[in-house]
């Protein structure tokens, strides 16, 4: 009987995920993938060359990475984590909610960890930088469910935040260096 049980929340689970999205957050047809979490959650596995944003508290949440320390909002998978990409890539920026509108912004160049991220910087929420992620890199506003490309050709490690929800641990970290790896996620 158990086994049957949970074949049938299967089922419901990942109609549940064909039908709304991200535990209501995430964009359909964003070219997310559904992923069963232990808990049976849905959560969505997103496109390599993605980082995904949100606030932490729509699902993508905050972690305490052991280098870094901790970062939340973006993720390159499912949850939050340090975010790291090969030099001379082009990444895709996604707002993964479905109502409120986030930024990428670079708030400052860091030699190592850990991410000491400043109180008040000062973030825009036009787009500066002409796509290319460096110091003073703004997406500018990206609407619920859009997209922006962003040129990875400046090796370092980035700190960065959301121009509207950076007090509300929008803070993360981006490495683009030969060999970086993503940290874990929660």
């Known amino acids: 009987m158990h086994k049957y049980g949970s074949i ?6 990942l109609a549940l995920a064909a039908c709304g999205g991200r535990s209501g957050s995430s964009p359909t047809g964003a070219g997310l993938t559904p992923v ?4 049976i ?11 995904g944003g949100e606030l932490p508290g729509e699902g ?3 972690v305490k990475d052991p280098t870094w320390g901790t970062v939340g909002g973006y993720t390159q998978s499912t949850t939050a984590q340090v975010l790291a990409f ?3 890539v082009t990444v895709t920026f996604t ?3 479905k109502t409120t509108s986030h930024t990428l912004n670079v708030v ?3 030699k190592r960890p850990p991410a000491n991220f400043p109180p008040s910087p000062t973030l825009p929420t036009q787009p500066m930088g002409n796509g290319v992620l460096g110091v003073g890199y703004a997406s500018g506003t990206v609407g619920p469910g859009k997209s922006v490309s962003i040129k990875l050709t400046n090796r370092g490690n980035y700190l960065i935040g959301c121009a509207f929800h950076y007090h509300e641990g929008m803070q993360d970290v981006i490495r683009v260096l030969p060999g970086a790896t993503p940290g ?3």
Do not use: Y
């Open 8 to 13: 049938g929340l299967l089922a419901v689970a």
């Open 95 to 97: 707002n993964l909610s």
């Open 36 to 39: 069963l979490g232990p808990d």
């Open 41 to 51: 959650a849905i959560h969505f596995a997103l496109p390599k060359k993605t980082i």
């Open 86 to 88: 090969r030099p001379g």
């Open 60 to 62: 993508v949440g905050t």
């Open 108 to 110: 400052k160049k860091v």
């Open 184 to 186: 874990p996620t929660k």
